[in-house]
């Protein structure tokens, strides 16, 4: 296929490029700081992504840092902006995670901006959110999808679960794209009815794609509906709750009293159907305290995570879901008890001659997890 | 000739003969200390002079001599400049340059190398200056030597300096002075000490003359020749350079956490804890880092050798540590505390890391974590040349912290920008393997195979991985670099702290 026109693609960041795509012979033009080192490895990469494509264009890149996946992203982006049409890829396999392993922490980053994603291994979150919706602007948003959809094939995610949060509006185009990452995760955001969930289901069944989902309920309707929406899907493993835009939503202030209501909501409904109720996440990065404080509070209420914006934030979410040495000494004396009782054939547990319940064990499972965790 | 390190070292270079490096510990020295020449000055006598050209001529500075400066203004330095266009006005050539270290301000320099008034270097390059050298080269090639190999070069005679030219913020007409006070107060002093003690003729400059005795006293009045009084010596916010702010990368930050949780784990940090600190981001970080924890855990440590900043003053101040030993300052909070508090000592540069004197302060020191522009497979460490070739910085102490502590750490990313920081092979050996024992990354941690006993110590603790895991790594986010061009000329050499050579530097061809 040959390329028409002039097309582009990326961003003059830090650690980005700026691809143009255009009518030609296959000409590779690069213009980079550290040029001599790794002309020959990019021309390399970029003709056979071409061929791969089956595309014909000159290329220029202008590049900034931007390691291997971030150029190949680029140079795809701007294809396909020349073509008019989703670029094929190979889809990658990743393994599953449980339903209801430790999501103490989501941190959500910018998914136009490589930067980040380079170096969100590191950070030590339960949950990477690679971000399509609030944080890239229009523009972008067919270069972030080529970069997330890049990211996920790429990068090494460490131990962390990996998500990304897509366009309730173009939900089609990201989940088309970024299946070919098998996240797994996808975050639904401003859901307000099991249909939204229903939508979103099909397009992971026509795209192929097994994952879970994660609603983020952000609207006084997505609230009114949140006991519903918590059991429209099997592949549901948690609600988040969006305060911010909830707050906009109703035409209130953002302060705990007022949030106290839709956050029991979202508790009571994902509770209530056998899933992880995670909180919203704390929008001033540096003020400490405060997100220690409102960490706390719904650690207590009986949340399983909060969202962050910056990778500070996650080491005092976790230190505030660490359970103390008591508690974990309750909960291994607890579980000890439960052995010993299957050991001697009792049917039942008891510690101090209380008898174990299952509530007891589940919550003295979960203690020992989250100590594991932390 | 194959050093230790495997570099082919010429046996011969410009009529110098060359000994190859054979490991950090292998050279002991004889002979005795680099005599200046016997003085007298009388009663009635004045060292006070007009004017630089002045001290110059009474010098008697010729062609083909050397003149020193120390570098504690750093980027503010406004005497080298001054002195060698002093230098070129009375018409005078072939000079070998011996600085502690150049910065971007003193750039003009390389006109003077253009006309042939300075034909050689000996001493660090930082930024244009090094990128000239590698591109074109001088008459002789630059020696480059660590703060602590430049003073037993300077003590043995391996560096003879004619003239030295000791900038002070504050001095007397006699010539005792100290970088201490006044406008231009830049801090300790340790470069020069060296220099005083063993240059053929000494000349203070100063632009703060206060009557006679001025304390405290640094460089003694028995070592100074001549005083001379300018407008301005520098400027000392220029001393700030490079990156004296803390990281704000969280990836960075990470990699500090890094270094403190590797101390802990491995049992390093204990009461009477002694590290050196330094600059550039990350060693901020874990200065800062390690002050928490120490303050945390009540563990007091007992002294921090630096490059001294604000970060170590507050660890004095807090009694997280006993004492600070400054060989140099590197911000205008550790330039007060100098004259404030009591536990802040100055210390020369021959204290810090002559490794031919009777003992020196890294010799004591448990860690020190450093930087690099390449680590290799090996565990030895660039910290010269860039990965393109040119030579963009000088060594600093870093051969010499990292020989003398219990156990040196290396901060690097896996990245910067597209260029990776493990290599199969070093472009310029400055450190040897021999000296580096942990390389922390934002992507794991590895320890050198040879320390089996920090292996042992964090061994279940903490997850350590393979060098090799984290430069394979690297090359599958941006595959292998190809090696710079160079020509045959060696523009530089690379000496180990005790004067055999470590390696050499080419010009890097066009």
Redesign the interface.
Known sequence: MKIVGEYFAGTTN??DCLVKVKEGEGNILIKS??K??????IEE?VRKRMEELDVQADVEIE???????VIISRLESAIAKALGVDLPDKKIRRGKTSKDRLRRSRLYVPGNNPRFI??V???GCDCTILDLEDSVIMEHKQDARYLVKNALK???FGKAEIWVRINKEMARDDINLISYGSPHGICIPKVESVEDIKVIEKILEEVNLDCHLMPIIETAKGIANAREIAKASDKLVAIAFGAEDYTRDVGGKRNWENLIYPRFEILISAKSAGIQALDTVYPNIEDEDGLREETRRIVEMGFDGKGAI???QIEIIHECFSPTEEEIKEARKILEAIEEAKKKGRGVATLNGRMIDLPVERKARRTIKLAEGS | MLNAVGREIPEELNGRKLKPYNGPFSFRPKGRLHPPPLKAVFPGETKLLSSIKEAIKKAGLENGMTVSFHHHLRNGDYVVNMVVDTIAKMGIKDIKLAPTALFPVHEKLIEHIKNGVITAIEGSLNGPLGEYVSRHGLKEPVVLRSHGGRARAVRSGDLHIDVAFIAASMADEYGNCNGMLGKSAFGAMGFAYADAMHADNVIVITDNLQPYPVTPISIPQIYVDYVVEVESIGDPSGIQTGTMRITR???R??IAKNVVKFLATAGIIKDGFSFQAGAGGISLAVTKFLHEYMKKNGIVGDFVMGGITGFVVDMLRDGTIKKILDGQSFDLRAVESLTKDEGHVEVSHIMFGDPHSCGCVVNRQHACFLGATEVDLEFNVNVNTH??GLLLHGIGGHQDAAAGSDVTIITIPL?????PVIRKEVTTVSTPCHTVDVVVT??GIAINPEREDLIEAVKGKMEIVDIEELYK?AKS??????P??FDKEIVAIVEYRDGTVLDVIRKVKE
Request: proline share 8%; no cysteine.
């Open positions: 830090e650690r700081k550290t001599g080192l790794f002309e020959e490895h990469i590049e900034f840092g931007a390691i291997d996946y380079n170096s291994a590191v950070y790429e990068m090494d910056h990778p500070g | 990368s969280p990836a930050l990470n990965s393109d990245l910067r920008g597209r260029v934002d992507r790594k986010l941006v595959g292998e670099p190809k710079p061009k």
